[in-house]
Antibody
Framework: QLQLQESGPGLVKPSETLSLTCTVS??????????WGWIRQPPGKGLEWIGS???????YYNPSLKSRVTISVDTSKNQFSLKLSSVTAADTAVYYC???????????????WGQGTLVTVSS | EIVMTQSPATLSVSPGERATLSCRASQSVSSNLAWYQQKPGQAPRLLIYGASTRATGIPARFSGSGSGTEFTLTISSLQSEDFAVYYC????????FGGGTKVEIK
C-alpha cells in the first residue's frame, strides 16, 4: 500500500525558506501514471494546491505562489521536495504531500495523501 | 482562474438522513471534479473522481453527480463516521478546491 510521509522543520522564521520533503514508500515515484504534489491548509481554513511534479522533473505551480515555489524530485531516494521562499505568517499551515493521477498528461485528483505536517512561520 | 463555490457552508443532518452537498464552478469543468472527506486532525480522503466514480473502498451510500458547472455529492443515509468536512476539487485546469461544507450532527 502506497504511503507518503512529510518531513521538515516545524518552525520557520519570516523571510526565510520553508523546506519539506515527502518520502514515498510502497511504490515507485518513477511510475509513469502519476504526478506528485503539495497542498497546504492554514489552521481552520480550506485547502490550497501548491504545485505538482512528474518523475521526469516537469512541474506545474499554482500561479499565486509560482514566484516563491520550487518543487523537485529525487528518484534515487523515492522523494520529492518543496521549497517556499520569503515566507510570512500567512504561510503558516499544515502541508500535505499527495500522489496525483496522471490523465492525458496532466495532474488530476489527489490519492492518497500524507498525514500532513504543521509549519509555523514565526520569529 | 476557476473558482469553486460550495454550499451550504454547514449542513446539520440527523443520523440516517440524506445529505446533499453542492459545488459550483465559475466556468465549465466538464466532469473533471473530485470530492474529498476530511475528519478533524486527518488528511483528506478521496471519495469521488470523474464527478461520479467512487474511489476504491468508498461505500455505496456516497454518490456524485453533475457536469459542467453544477455538481452534487449525496450521502444517502448518514452514518456517525460521515460527519466531517467535504471538499470539491476541479482538475479541468490546475487543481482548485472549494471552501468546504461541514456536515454536523443535528
Amino acid at each position: 500500500q502506497l504511503q507518503l510521509q512529510e518531513s521538515g522543520p516545524g518552525l520557520v522564521k519570516p523571510s526565510e525558506t520553508l523546506s519539506l520533503t515527502c518520502t514515498v514508500s510502497g511504490g515507485s515515484i518513477s511510475s509513469s501514471s502519476y504526478y506528485w504534489g503539495w497542498i497546504r491548509q492554514p489552521p481552520g481554513k480550506g485547502l490550497e494546491w501548491i504545485g505538482s511534479i512528474y518523475y521526469s522533473g516537469s512541474t506545474y505551480y499554482n500561479p499565486s505562489l509560482k514566484s516563491r515555489v520550487t518543487i523537485s524530485v529525487d528518484t534515487s531516494k523515492n522523494q520529492f521536495s518543496l521549497k517556499l521562499s520569503s515566507v510570512t505568517a500567512a504561510d503558516t499551515a499544515v502541508y500535505y504531500c499527495a500522489r496525483l493521477v496522471d490523465q492525458l498528461s496532466r495532474p488530476r485528483w489527489f490519492d492518497p495523501w500524507g498525514q500532513g505536517t504543521l509549519v509555523t512561520v514565526s520569529s | 482562474e476557476i473558482v469553486m463555490t460550495q454550499s451550504p457552508a454547514t449542513l446539520s443532518v440527523s443520523p440516517g438522513e440524506r445529505a446533499t452537498l453542492s459545488c459550483r464552478a465559475s466556468q465549465s469543468v466538464s466532469s473533471n471534479l473530485a470530492w474529498y472527506q476530511q475528519k478533524p486532525g486527518q488528511a483528506p480522503r478521496l471519495l469521488i473522481y470523474g464527478a461520479s466514480t467512487r474511489a476504491t473502498g468508498i461505500p455505496a451510500r456516497f454518490s456524485g453527480s453533475g457536469s459542467g458547472t453544477e455538481f452534487t455529492l449525496t450521502i444517502s443515509s448518514l452514518q456517525s463516521e460521515d460527519f466531517a468536512v467535504y471538499y470539491c476539487q476541479q482538475y479541468n485546469n490546475w487543481p482548485g478546491f472549494g471552501g468546504g461544507t461541514k456536515v454536523e450532527i443535528k
